[in-house]
C-alpha cells in the first residue's frame, strides 16, 4: 500500500462547478500538508500549506484535513477553465529533513 | 518566493552518457532538495543536499549514479550519470527559505534517453 492515495483522474467539470480533491494517507506522523497545482510542462506551484487538522481557505480554495481519518481535501469553488491542471497532494513529518511524500495528482480540466 | 531556475530545460542524450543538470536560486535558502518526475508515479525524492557536505540520498537512490554538489547556499548541481532510457523522468529541484516553510519547485528538467 502507498504512503498517498490520490485518484488520478482525469476530472472533467463544467466552468462554475465546485471541484473536490482528496488524498488519503497512511503514515499518522504526517504533520504537514500541502497542495500544488502543477500545468504542463511546469513545475508544482504551491497552493494551500496547512499544519495538523482543520481548514484553511484563500480565495476560491479551501484545504481541509482530517487526521483522524488521515484524509485531505481541496475544494476548489466557481472553476475556472485556468484551474485546469494536475494537483499533487503532499504531506510530511516535519522535523530536520522535511521529506516530501505525494500522491500521484489528479488531472483536471475545467470546461468552458 | 524564491525564484528557482534550473538548467538545462530539456535535453535528449544517447544512453551511457551523463548529464549535470543546474538549479540556482535567487536567494539564501536552507534546504535544496532534488525530486524525479515518472510518468503516471509520485514525485520521488532522490536526495537532500547538504551545503559544504555530502548529499543525503533516499532509499533506492546512490552517489555514483546520481552525484549532486552544493557548493554555496544558492546554487546545485545533480548529475544523472551512465543514462538508460529508464532515466527518462523530469527531474526537479526545490528549496526550502527556512525552517518549517513549505518546499517551492523549479520548472525541472525533462531528460529522454536514446
Known amino acids: 500500500q502507498k504512503e498517498v492515495e490520490q485518484d488520478p483522474g482525469p476530472l472533467s467539470v463544467p466552468e462554475g462547478a465546485i471541484v473536490s480533491l482528496n488524498c488519503t494517507y497512511s503514515?499518522?506522523?504526517?504533520?504537514?500538508f500541502m497542495w500544488y497545482r502543477q500545468y504542463s510542462r511546469k513545475g508544482p506551484e504551491l497552493l494551500m500549506y496547512?499544519?495538523?487538522?482543520g481548514n484553511k481557505e484563500d480565495g476560491r480554495f479551501t484545504a481541509q484535513v482530517d487526521k483522524s481519518s488521515k484524509y485531505i481535501s481541496l475544494f476548489i469553488r466557481d472553476s475556472q477553465p485556468s484551474d485546469s491542471a494536475t494537483y499533487l497532494c503532499?504531506?510530511?513529518?516535519?522535523?530536520?529533513?522535511?521529506?516530501?511524500?505525494f500522491g500521484t495528482g489528479t488531472l483536471l480540466a475545467v470546461q468552458p | 518566493s524564491a525564484v528557482i531556475s534550473q538548467k538545462p530545460s530539456r535535453d535528449i542524450c544517447q544512453r551511457g552518457t551523463s548529464l549535470t543538470i543546474q538549479c540556482q536560486v535567487d536567494?539564501?535558502?536552507?534546504?535544496m532538495f532534488w525530486y524525479r518526475q515518472q510518468p503516471g508515479q509520485s514525485l520521488t525524492l532522490i536526495a537532500t543536499?547538504?551545503?559544504?557536505?555530502?548529499?543525503?540520498?533516499e532509499s533506492g537512490f546512490v552517489i555514483d549514479k546520481f552525484p549532486i554538489s552544493r557548493p554555496n547556499l544558492t546554487f546545485s548541481t545533480l548529475t544523472v550519470s551512465n543514462m538508460s532510457p529508464e532515466d527518462s523522468s523530469i527531474y526537479l529541484c526545490?528549496?526550502?527559505?527556512?525552517?518549517?516553510?513549505?518546499?517551492?519547485f523549479g520548472d525541472g528538467t525533462r531528460l529522454s534517453i536514446l
Open positions: 543536499a547538504n551545503q559544504g557536505s555530502e548529499a543525503t540520498y
Open positions: 503532499a504531506m510530511s513529518g516535519g522535523g530536520a529533513t522535511n521529506k516530501l511524500i
Open positions: 496547512t499544519y495538523s487538522s
Open positions: 536567494s539564501q535558502v536552507t534546504m
Open positions: 503514515n499518522s506522523a504526517f504533520q504537514y
Open positions: 526545490s528549496v526550502e527559505t527556512g525552517t518549517g516553510t513549505p518546499q517551492h
